[in-house]
């Protein structure tokens, strides 16, 4: 799947032509960037700048810097979402998901829900779950330890990709032990990876501003370098467009680069645009300067700048359908990505802030997207180990295509912060036993 020189040299040709033409600034870089040259905060700075010839020619660096490593192949993961609770203690200015622990919409499933979750993900092929939430006040600090344990020992072959640097925080000082002895208590629990989220833009100014008492960008760091010490991989993301400047975005890569030189732990980086519609810092003003999110060319911007500035040091620039939407999504391999994300099944963080691509993208959706430009779909595992490629379509829809058609059978953020069956009283742990999902719509006559 990786071109031949000959090819290479005729696409590098075009994608010259273009740098040419672009504001000089924007060449030097990404004529640095072509010649194996490292970007720097200055002149990512100034990529962010790009316009008109600008951005199209830093969509074709970025695209032809995709191209070398990752060739035609787009890959995706078949995941789900469990959010197990909505209940925290913090108060980010971005999250519309969360709740008090006093307000009435604030849930926690029961375990053996958090687990038939898992089950039912297992029995339409997915290889991985993505276990994040908010942090109840007074939370048991082996909560996160207990949940990956109760997991695996009903499905010992399931990825856990749980737990973001926030709540690994909030387990060791619940625990009242170091971050390193939780993170190797996760381990040894099963947890198989680490959602670099809770990054938002790694300048403590700009923390300050938008969720303060938000882990800071220093315990973030040391979070991540401890992950990866004791030998849990991690992502890493951004969320940008509320009111970072360029030149914090530019400093925020080459942070996530400088992680990933110290430890190489990192899998991916993802961009994730701010969906402002239902989170309070827009919908109630509470920040100055604050942006509606990102625009379209800007979004464009960011992924391809990404790979450019990463160039050499993580592979794999992935593009957000919840964020930007399945059309931008699909556009945005053709400026730098090489990875749609997941099937998510559960999708309720961005649905709650206002964004509206839905709950899940079954994987026959994934794929057309990805042959529609001409590229060859492949499904992979969290660590980017390809255990399908897709040449040519499936004869019969997959498990999850079908199930895709009814998705009201996997339950809606909506729904869930309204069943009594859920709502939170205040305990330090989810029961062990309480409905499951399917019974209680059943008890209730809904399905
Ligand atoms: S982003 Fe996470 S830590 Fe912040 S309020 Fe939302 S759930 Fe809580």
Redesign the pocket.
Known sequence: MIPNPSELSHLHGAVEALVNAADPAVARALDKALSGGEVSVDEAEALFGAQDAGLLALMATADALRRRVNGDVVTYVVNRNINFT?V?????G??A??RDHREEEGYFLPLNEIVRRAAEAAELGATEVCV????PPKMDGSLYVDLARAIKSALPDMHIHGF?P?EVLYGAVRSRCSVEEYLVALRDAGVGSLPGT?AEVLAQSVRDRI?PG?ISAAQWREVITTAHRVGIPTTSTIMFGHVETDRERAEHLAFVRDVQKETGGITEFVPLSFVHAEAPMWSKRLVDGIRPGATGADVIRMHAIARVVLHGWIDNIQCSWVKEGPKLAQALLSAGCNDVGGTLINES?STSAGASYGQLVPPSELRRWVRDLGRVPAERDTLYRVRRTFEQEPSEPEALDLAAEQPERFGSYAELIRMPEYRYEGQRAPRLEGPTLPEALRARGER
Request: charge should be positive.
């Open positions: 909505n925290c203690i913090k108060h980010c971005f999250c998901f969360s994040q939430a908010g942090l973001s926030e809770s969720a938000r963080i």
